[in-house]
């Protein structure tokens, strides 16, 4: 059911989930991980978006990011949903500090990057984001500087947007190198993810879309939904829709978000864990269509500074 993103040989899901071993049939001499010597100076700044809300993007960004982490990827998850805690809520975590407590209030930056549950890591933008603009030479210097370290400490940083056409939205996904767009079959949610696709069209930023189906009653549910959106990228806007994978609709879902312990770490052997880490192999694989910029954390915040600035 992997579509594109399935790395599949001979019927193998390349991919492993946590508790220690793969899954059945994956050879781990024959998947090797990265090792740290092959790992890029900078990390992949990937921002997680959808047209409407309720589409289960945030679940999304951290279970996949989990599946990353699983990979032996260093990851990351910068919650910048303005105003909400999504995030923070999913891991089942409360950190004691945002980004805006780094910005105004002195705290190191070690203070903002708290360890959740994974082996991932985790910031609160808080309110953070929207003073960029408005910060004096001297935090903007110290913002940076901090900002690098945390570059040279991940491979991926997933940020979890919020949803819809606003300009902090648009600012998020014009500045990162990367784009994930979570749609669901619903013939609203194609609506909203098509506009969305067509303003990251104008920004010219980015060299494709990655496209993520989530709630699909059926793999063939979710080509089919790709399909639908492909037909009028392609036809409208230029800019190539790349198919990520898909995560059917289960209930175990709703009991990871009631638990407050993400699917993936809930249940490692469930079809939904497989789902993400088919994703997960795609993205470090190599096999995308077009090599990704690597801005890293600092040349995202210097454009998103730029960007709210105007």
């Not at 408005?134 to 947007?161: E, G, K, Y």
Request: aromatic residues 6%; contains cysteine.
């Amino acid at each position: 059911m992997w579509g594109r993103a399935s790395r599949t040989k001979e019927g193998r899901i390349f991919g492993r989930v946590p508790g220690g071993s793969p899954p059945a049939g994956v050879n781990q001499d024959e998947d090797a991980l990265p090792s740290a010597e092959s790992r890029p100076a900078t990390a992949r700044v990937i921002a997680v978006t959808s047209g409407k809300g309720g589409v289960g993007k945030s679940n999304l960004t951290v279970n996949l990011g989990l599946a990353l982490a699983a990979l032996n990827q260093r990851v990351i998850i910068l919650d910048a949903d303005l105003g909400l805690a999504n995030v923070e809520v999913l891991l089942g975590i409360s950190p004691p500090c945002t980004l805006y407590d780094c910005l105004y209030r002195d705290r190191d930056i070690r203070e903002v990057l708290v360890p959740a549950p994974g082996g991932v890591q985790f910031i609160s933008g808080g309110s953070g984001f929207l003073e960029l603009a408005n910060l004096d030479r001297v935090r903007w210097q110290r913002l940076l500087s901090s900002l690098a370290l945390l570059d040279n400490l991940a491979d991926f940083i997933l940020i979890d947007t919020g949803a819809g056409l606003s300009k902090n939205v648009l600012g998020f996904l014009a500045a990162a190198g990367e784009v994930i767009v979570v749609i669901t079959p619903e013939p609203t949610s194609l609506t909203d993810g098509y506009s969305l696709i067509k303003v990251l069209a104008r920004f010219r930023t980015h060299r494709e879309v990655l496209l993520a189906v989530n709630r699909a009653g059926s793999e063939e549910e979710a080509r089919t939904t790709v399909r639908r959106v492909e037909m009028v990228t392609n036809r409208f806007l230029g800019l190539p829709v790349v198919y990520l994978g898909a995560i059917n609709e289960d209930r175990a879902v709703l009991r990871a978000v009631r638990n407050q312990r993400p699917f993936y770490l809930a249940e490692p052997r469930s079809q939904l864990a497989r789902s993400v880490a088919a994703m997960a192999r795609y993205l470090t694989s190599g096999v995308s269509r077009v090599e990704p910029p690597r801005p890293g954390l600092v040349g995202f915040v210097q454009r998103l500074a730029r960007l709210f600035d105007r």
